[in-house]
Structures are given as C-alpha cells and as structure tokens.
C-alpha cells in the first residue's frame, strides 16, 4: 500500500537579525543627534527670554561686579581719564590726577557707587536690546557718566576746589562691539522668537520616547531608552558648555584692550546661569545614564538566578 507524503514546506527563513538590530541603534542615534540639539537650544532660548530680555534680571546679573576688581580698575581708570581730559592746572596736573584716581578707586568700594552702576547697566540695558534689535551694528556699551557725575558731587561736597570743573560726560565700556552685533542679530531673534518651548518640546519628547518603549518593549526597553536620554543630556550639556566658551571668546574679539577685562566679566556674569545649568544638565544626565545602566545589569542578573532555579 502506497502512502503518498505530502510535500513539506521549508521551513521559514528567520529574520535578519541585524536589520532587527539595526532599528533600535538607528532610533537611539536620532534620539541622541536631537538631544545635543534641543538641550543648548532649550538653555539658550530661555536664557535669552528670561534674562537677556528681562531688565530687571540683567541688572540683578550684572549688579555683584561692582566688587570685582576688574570692573572697578576699569571704571577708575575711565573716569580719572576722562575728569582729566578738561582740567589743566599746570605742574599741578600729575598730583590732582594722581589724587583723583585715588578718590575714584575709594568710591567703586562704596555703596554709592553700587547704586551708580546698577543705574549705568539699567540703562546699558536697552542699548543691548537696541542693538540685537536694529537694523544696523551699533555697539553695545555701559555708560559711566552716572558714575563721574556721584564722584563730581561727592568732591564738590568735599570743598575739592577744581571739581566743579569735572565734565559729565559720556565715558563707555564697550561690551559688544557693532561687528558682533550684526553676527549675533539674528541668532538672537531667533532665539527670543523660540522663547521656551524648546525646552517643553525636549520634555515631551523624553516623556514619549521612554513610555512608548516601556509599554512596547517593558521595563528593559524603557531602561534603555532612559540610558539613551542620559547619554543625550551629557552630549547636550558639552555642546552647551562648547558654546558658551566659544561665543565668549567671539563677542570679546572686537572689545578694546583696556576694556576687556571688565567686559569679560560682564560676560561672564551674565552667562553665569548658563554655565550652571552645563552642570546640571550634565548631572541629570549622568544619574539616568549610569542609573539605568545598572538598573538593566540588575534585571539581568535576576532572571539568570530565576532560570537556574
């Protein structure tokens, strides 16, 4: 008796494992390409809103630096120079300019002078918004003659007898110079134009990414995904910091040299908040990278233990 034996189908071809491989790392270098873009784009978006824009929290960055050194060599040296320039009192001249300089380094340690500073960067204020906002480059300076015209009134008050003859006039700290202002125009319009929803934008879309993996792929896939957001932040928070240092050193290219030191500290007052936030982002980042790291070694520890029980 014949049996007939129906033909038998190959069995199924198992599916590339590599293509399979491969999703998952292409996935996880977009997610880390559009951190290291979002997370200094979202600082600097909302650096620019909440501060740059903001008067009151520009003059509160700025205000600590009359105690710095730099600020208040600076503004000494300025305003002796410019009282000087109209006073011609014949041998005289090096003693009352030497006696002056003296006078105006006792007054940047006074709270006089605090108040003369705040009042010169309230108003620098709108030059820095005027000249991110132009048409044209126009420098970005702090006006010192708040100051000269305290350290006038305080001699005159003193009986000093050729004070009444001090010009009050305008005496500036260059902080921008016009060509960086056109380089920076519409980097910062751009910026203010972004406010911060690049930073709920970033949220939304870590929230997203490691939910859609956790309730696809479970908990280890979640924990992958919060690994890769970790290593996202760190990437971010370095081209952050990369940034900042290079733009420092771009804006101070056109400054002058004897306004240099004060302007760099202005500089860096006002990227202070920047810089912080460099380190926590980088924090952040680093305790969900290693956190998740070892939370996946621990899972996988535990089912290698279940499945030799």
């Known amino acids: 008796?014949?049996?007939?034996?129906?033909?038998?189908?190959?069995?199924?071809?198992?599916?590339?494992?590599?293509?399979?491989?491969?999703?998952p790392a292409a996935l996880s270098a977009v997610l880390l390409v559009l951190l290291a873009v979002l997370v200094p784009l979202s600082a600097l978006?909302?650096?620019?809103?909440?501060?740059?824009?903001?008067?009151?929290?520009?003059?509160?960055?700025?205000s600590p630096l009359s105690s710095d050194p730099a600020v208040q060599a600076t503004v000494t040296d300025l305003v002796t120079e410019e009282a000087m320039r109209r006073i011609d009192l014949g041998p005289l001249q090096d003693t009352v300019r030497e006696f002056l300089h003296e006078t105006v380094r006792s007054f940047t340690t006074t709270e006089a002078f605090r108040d003369a500073w705040d009042t010169?960067?309230?108003?620098?204020?709108?030059?820095?918004?005027?000249?991110?906002?132009?048409?044209?480059g126009q420098a970005v300076t702090i006006d010192l003659a708040p100051v000269i015209d305290q350290v006038k009134q305080d001699l005159v008050r003193d009986g000093v007898p050729f004070a009444d003859q001090i010009p009050v006039e305008r005496t500036e700290i260059t902080l921008l110079g016009p060509g960086q202002a056109d380089e920076l125009r519409d980097s910062f319009?751009?910026?203010?134009?972004?406010?911060?929803?690049?930073?709920?934008?970033?949220?939304?879309?870590?929230?997203l990414v490691v939910g859609i993996a956790t309730v696809?792929?479970?908990?280890?896939?979640?924990?992958?995904?919060?690994?890769?957001?970790g290593a996202g932040f760190v990437l971010g928070a370095i081209v952050l910091r990369v940034l900042v240092t290079v733009g420092r050193g771009r804006v101070l290219d056109e400054v002058p040299s004897?306004?240099?030191d004060a302007a760099a500290a202005v500089v860096d007052a006002l990227t202070a908040s920047l810089r912080t936030t460099v380190w926590w982002v980088l924090a952040v980042g680093a305790v969900l990278l290693v956190g998740a790291v070892l939370?996946?070694?621990?899972?996988?520890?535990?089912?290698?233990?279940?499945?030799?029980?």
Do not use: F
Not at 216 to 229: F, Y
């Open 258 to 260: 004897g306004d240099r």
């Open 45 to 62: 978006s909302a650096w620019v809103d909440l501060e740059i824009d903001d008067t009151d929290r520009y003059v509160a960055a700025v």
């Open 295 to 309: 939370a996946r070694v621990l899972l996988r520890r535990g089912k290698a233990r279940a499945d030799v029980r």
């Open 120 to 136: 010169a960067n309230r108003v620098a204020h709108q030059a820095v918004k005027a000249a991110l906002d132009g048409d044209s």
């Open 1 to 23: 008796m014949r049996t007939s034996s129906s033909p038998t189908s190959p069995p199924p071809s198992p599916a590339p494992t590599s293509a399979i491989s491969a999703v």
């Open 189 to 207: 319009r751009w910026l203010r134009y972004c406010s911060i929803w690049p930073a709920v934008a970033t949220l939304v879309l870590l929230v």
């Open 216 to 229: 696809r792929g479970g908990l280890r896939a979640g924990l992958w995904a919060t690994a890769i957001v």
